[in-house]
């Protein structure tokens, strides 16, 4: 709680920002519990709309919002703690391992590439399905440790279908099961008949999803984005700038501009990256099972979602929300492995201050749209919607000079981009109508 609230206090002041506005203050459908209700035969992701609808008629403002989304934080906080624990259980009883529960629940508070999910309003998505997820996940875990079929049979499958009510990506969540019980020495052919729950609750929400005109209209905008070999390549592209965010985050980038790629002839690094990581993988089951672990289930949650239905935004920070922790999980155990009780704290001190104090400089360019997108600008100048944003943040502040400069940026790096285009029209009227 401590860690969390140095990290985002900072984050408090912040206002809404990009897609806020169209999903949430100009979205009726959440400004009421009769909206909310009317929306359920239409919409998509019922149980996040929930929440912002509980924000909006509580009453609160946007500090409501900000509040609820590190309440949501400090949750998963605590779950990344538990499943540490539960993963340490299944690996050793050591006495010295009994700190890195706690050191990798701390890395999952104050790790600045989770501020998308935590200080971006809008971030809430992937985090509150987060907590679903995980939740689920350590409800399955301690109803097999216990023989609670009330938990494996019912909590679990239940936590799976809340997830998928916030966020259609839980998708993965039945074979997240297998993966977990394949990393602590089962037998993932005997551990299928106490999920068969999770896997029916996920045949029934791909027919929710198949007969929704909503989801049916995203799914046929998305799959005419690319073809398979370039959505597998935009996917390789993505793991690479995603496992380089978490290592060095240094660039967080609301708005990264990554190249579309429509084969692998120009992501040969990243190719060879994530094929090493594979080798890794494979060698490390039997010796040191927790690095498989993480770099399988970081693979999961990035890599095959989007190869059938891809993204327009091949990468965002907040991927890694759902993705990162068993990264933190495999680093505290390897330091605790490589060094004594006294260096290892000393090292986990410091590389929390370090990442402490870079999420709070990063929740500073979240205090109003001009800085966000002035940061933003700075770290993806190649493209035209960053600054067409950064135009429109000007342009709601009357900095109408600035406003025309980012416009036309924008139409010389993409002279078709329409939004610019009417903008810079608004933006003429705006002035001849004074």
Known sequence: MLAVSICYVNALNGTFQFDDYNVIVNNPSVHSWAGWAEGLSTGIRPLLKFSYTLNWTMGTGVIGFHLTNLLIHLTNAYLVYRLTQAFMQQQWQQDEFRQVPIFVALL???????????????????SLMTLFYLAGLLAYISGRMQQNSVKVYGVTPLFFVMALGVKETAVTFPLALLLWEYACGGKWKRALMPQ??????????????????????????S????????????????????????????????????????????????????????LLMVTCWRVRPWISFALAWTMLQLIPLHLFLPRIDIANDRQMYLAGWPLSLALCIELRLWSDGTKSQIFAALLL??????????????????????????????????????????????????????????????????KAHYNLYRLDEEISSR
Not at 368 to 397: F, Q
């Open 108 to 126: 999952f508070a104050v790790h600045p590439i989770y501020t998308e999910a935590v200080t971006y309003i809008c971030g809430r998505s992937i």
């Open 353 to 418: 201050l370090g990442l402490t104090t870079l999420t709070i400089l990063r929740n500073q360019d979240y205090a109003s749209e001009i800085d966000l997108w002035e940061d933003t600008v700075m770290k993806s100048p190649g493209k035209a919607r960053v600054h067409n944003n950064l135009g429109y943040a000007y342009l709601l502040a009357h900095h109408n000079d600035e406003a025309r400069r980012e416009f036309a940026t924008a139409l010389q790096l993409d002279p078709n981009f329409f």
């Open 196 to 221: 068969w729950p999770s896997w029916l609750a996920l045949i029934l929400g791909a027919l929710v999803f198949l007969f929704s005109d909503s989801y049916l209209a995203h799914m046929e905008r």
């Open 223 to 278: 799959a005419q984005l690319n073809s398979l070999q370039g959505n597998l390549a935009n996917q390789v592209a993505a793991f690479s700038y995603l496992m380089r965010q978490w290592a060095l985050p240094l660039w967080l980038n609301i708005d990264p501009d990554l190249p579309l790629q429509n084969d692998f002839s120009a992501i040969l690094l990243p190719s060879i990256f994530l094929l090493a990581l594979l």
